[in-house]
């Protein structure tokens, strides 16, 4: 059982900075990881991580190190991915997403059955 | 890491049955037994179909069906019905905690 439920669409000029929110609820947050998916509009999925919600520590696909980071409140059950030096190709939907219980994403078994609804985040002057 | 091959689009008939590969590496696919499948309706999350190449989640219909070859893995439709329409993720695993999905397939129901 559980919600995810993310914070609403962001426009967003280039170079700026942008900050994505995805509540939970319904479950223990610290017990799941948290994964960051990416879809630009009318493309396929790009895992871009996940974060470990007990440590706090950030495992990042090739391709997201650098501008793309995740933080957490734990006091409020919620994730964060921070994305900066915004381009118009970061212009998604990005997904946070928990894997099954009984996953571990630090093992292979990282399958995501609770998603968030998505925030599209357009960048655009 | 580039993303796993899919092919970009399948169809059938109803009653029909479909077959969507998912070709990758001996460092991924051919390595690990860690694939998992998403379908996805427009407008929608993704949602997990398949997980440990052959396994269904609670809920999940049993004419959904997976196996794994090689560096190739398969998610098959059995008995397609219109609901089935929509677009199929592959993933999987690729060591150091990292994971790849597939490119996506569309599927439709004719």
């Known amino acids: 059982q559980g919600q995810l439920v993310q914070s609403g669409s962001e426009l967003k000029e280039p170079g700026a900075s942008v900050k994505v929110s995805c509540k939970a609820s319904?479950?223990?947050?610290?017990?799941?990881?948290m994964n960051w998916v990416r879809q630009a509009p009318g493309q396929g999925l790009e895992w871009v991580g996940w974060i470990n919600t007990e440590t706090g520590d950030p495992t990042y696909a090739q391709g997201f190190t650098g501008r793309f980071v995740f933080s957490l409140d734990t006091s409020v059950s919620t994730a964060y991915l921070h994305i900066s030096s915004l381009r118009a190709e970061d212009t998604a939907f990005y997904y946070c997403?928990?894997?099954?219980?009984?996953?571990?994403?630090?093992?292979?078994?990282?399958?995501?059955?609770?998603w968030g609804q998505g925030t599209l985040v357009t960048v655009a002057s | 890491q580039s993303a796993l091959t899919q092919p970009r689009s399948v169809s059938g008939s109803p009653g029909q049955s479909v077959a969507i590969s998912c070709t990758g590496t001996s460092s991924d696919v051919g390595y690990y037994n860690y694939v998992s499948w998403y379908q996805q309706h427009p407008g929608k999350a993704p949602k997990l179909m398949l997980y440990?190449?052959?396994q269904r989640p609670s809920g999940v219909p049993d004419r959904f069906s997976g196996s794994k070859s090689g560096s190739s893995a398969s998610l098959t439709i059995s008995g397609l019905q219109a609901e089935d329409e929509a677009d199929y993720y592959c993933?999987?695993?690729?060591?150091?905690?990292?994971?790849?999905f597939g490119t996506g397939t569309k599927v439709t129901v004719l």
């Open positions: 997403a928990r894997p099954h219980p009984g996953g571990k994403c630090s093992g292979g078994t990282c399958y995501l059955d609770l």
């Open positions: 440990d190449v052959s």
């Open positions: 993933c999987s695993y690729l060591g150091s905690r990292t994971y790849v």
């Open positions: 319904g479950y223990t947050f610290e017990n799941h990881a």
